[in-house]
Each structure stands twice: as C-alpha cells, then as structure tokens.
C-alpha cells in the first residue's frame, strides 16, 4: 500500500486524497500540475527556452523544499531539465550548472554529503559546452559544500588540485 509522503509508516489506499494523519495531500505528484511542462514546451517552441527553463526549475526547486520533499516528482521534473538542456545546451550551461551546484547542496541537506557523482555529471556538462570556468567552479563549491559544519574546515583545493580533478574527468569523457 502507498504511504504518505508526510508521515512515512501511514499507509493509505491508493485514492486517498487527503491524509487522516496530517491532512495534506498524501502521494507523489499531487501538488504538481501537468500543465507546467505544456508551458514549457510551448515556452521553448516560441524560442523562449530560459523562460522554459525557469518554469520547470522553480517546479523542482519547490518539490526539493525542506519541509515538502517529494523527491519522486522532484526527479520526474528533474528529467525534463536535462532533457530540456540536451536539446539547448549553449544557451542553458549557466543554468545547468546551478542545477548542479544546488543538487549537491540539497544532497548535503538529506544526507551530509554531497555526491562526487552529481559533481562529475555537472563537471562533464560544463566541460563539454566548453565552459572550463564553470567546471573549476562546481569543484570549488563542492568543496565548500562538503566543508560545511566540519571543524576545523577543511582546505580549499589548490588551483593544482583542482586542474589535476578536471585533467581526471576529460580523461573519463574520452573513456565514455
């Protein structure tokens, strides 16, 4: 049986609508509307694809929220993200890097740590779009990120640290 979203344990029937427990909507999904990646699409078919953007990100961000987590809708919007920079690559880097850099801070929220894999994923979008700047970048906030709440805080990397880790990942995008 599925349960709530809310009170994980609280399992419910599949048409419920509001939940007995904590009277919000119980299930995945229910607070998205469908209709948003309609705008989108017709947002990126009148050339419009940042505005696109936008939409479907603010959509993600609130399903990644602190006190509403739906991480099931969050990575079904999430999809249509990627899917959406695939197709608009230089005209949305900027956008995919801050995709990228708050996915490891909402890592980093849940879990204390932030994924060394969401940071090649973003390191090799970066690289690929020829933005090396923004490569460097995400390993510098990466860091930051991971250094958060540690006492003492641990050293930022060195800029030979940092090009040997970029050197480590253009190697594994020639091995793809």
Known sequence: MPQCIF?????????????????????????????????????????????AWALLYEEWLAHHDMDYFDEEM???????????????????????????????EIQFFWAYFASEDTLKEGMKAMLRNGREDLARELVSDHAGIEGQGRHPKPAHPAEDNITSYIALIRKEMLEE
């Open 74 to 104: 969050g990575d079904e919007i999430e999809v249509k993200l990627l899917e959406l920079f695939e197709r608009q690559p230089s005209l949305l880097v900027e956008q995919r890097y801050e995709l990228c850099k708050q996915t490891m």
């Open 7 to 51: 009170c994980e344990g609280v399992d419910l029937p599949e048409d419920t609508q509001e939940c007995p427990n904590c009277s919000k909507k119980p299930f995945s999904g229910m607070y998205f509307d469908p209709e948003q990646y309609a705008r989108a699409e017709a947002l990126e078919a009148d050339g419009k694809v940042v505005e």
